[in-house]
């Protein structure tokens, strides 16, 4: 089970951090995404990362102003977010792939928390 947390409503510049905590003791092993979806759109890939931590993806979009990180010992991965624009908003969904690797395809994911509302104003 994921559990995301850490949405809100903030202004056009500001940093959120969104976390996503895993019920279990397999979450070291497999790889962690970060996706989201607006309104009335397909859910976008934003941030993975491998099951170590030592090597991260993320969307052109993001690059440079996100970061995604994970914590194994709290079975928790985060997602960073600075300078965020209004395009950000959506609900933000983690996402536990299907293997160790840090993937951009949802449909390699097999677990998926519910979702936590980034919305940014502008």
């Known amino acids: 089970q994921l559990q995301a947390s850490g949405g809100g409503l903030v202004q056009a510049g500001d940093s959120l951090r969104l976390s996503c905590t895993a019920s279990?003791?397999?979450?070291?092993?497999?790889?962690m995404g970060w996706f989201r979806q607006a309104p009335g759109k397909a859910r976008e890939f934003v941030a993975a990362?491998?099951?170590?931590?030592?090597?991260?993806t993320l969307a052109d979009s993001v690059k440079g102003r996100f970061n995604i990180s994970r914590d194994n010992p709290k079975n928790t991965v985060y997602l960073q977010m600075n300078n965020l624009v209004p395009d950000d908003t959506g609900v933000y969904f983690c996402?536990?792939?299907?293997?160790?690797?840090?993937?951009?395809?949802?449909?390699?994911?097999?677990?998926w928390g519910r979702g936590t509302l980034v919305t940014v104003s502008s």
């Open positions: 279990g003791r397999s979450f070291s092993a497999y790889g």
């Open positions: 996402g536990r792939s299907r293997d160790a690797w840090d993937r951009s395809n949802p449909s390699e994911y097999r677990y």
């Open positions: 990362i491998l099951w170590s931590g030592g090597r991260t």
